[in-house]
């Protein structure tokens, strides 16, 4: 895949996790962790990691002039905590939705 489908994948989950993040407060509902989040995680992650390498390597040979090597990995690093949250019962509504919109935005930045 190319960065900007990578990109496009990554920013559309992004808001299921919020949808989801919501949808388990309201159904108060516990995943399993070994039927329900460690699959998803592990294939996201895998997802964020190609998507961290592409764009990184984007970066060495185009060089953009407003998206850098530390707004990479601070994306990478929220979309991997973030889509891990959405499952997670006992976070605060917040925990979740504050960090949303900025590595959200920075995914977007490679769309």
């Keep these: 895949m190319t960065v900007r489908e990578l990109s496009s994948t990554l920013f559309d989950e992004c808001g299921k996790c919020l949808d989801r993040f919501y949808e388990m407060r309201e159904m108060d509902a516990v995943p399993d962790f070994y039927e329900d989040v ?11 990691n190609e998507w ?19 707004q990479i990995d601070t994306a990478a ?5 973030f889509s891990f949250k959405a499952f997670i019962k006992k976070q605060v509504r917040n925990a979740l939705s504050k960090p949303f919109k900025p590595h ?8």
């Design 52 to 70: 961290q390498k592409e764009s990184l390597l984007y970066i060495q040979q185009e060089r953009p002039k407003y998206v850098h090597k530390p």
């Design 104 to 111: 959200s935005i920075r995914c977007r930045l490679l769309y």
């Design 38 to 48: 460690k699959p998803y995680a592990d294939f996201w992650h895998g997802k964020i």
């Design 77 to 81: 690093e929220g979309m991997t905590q």
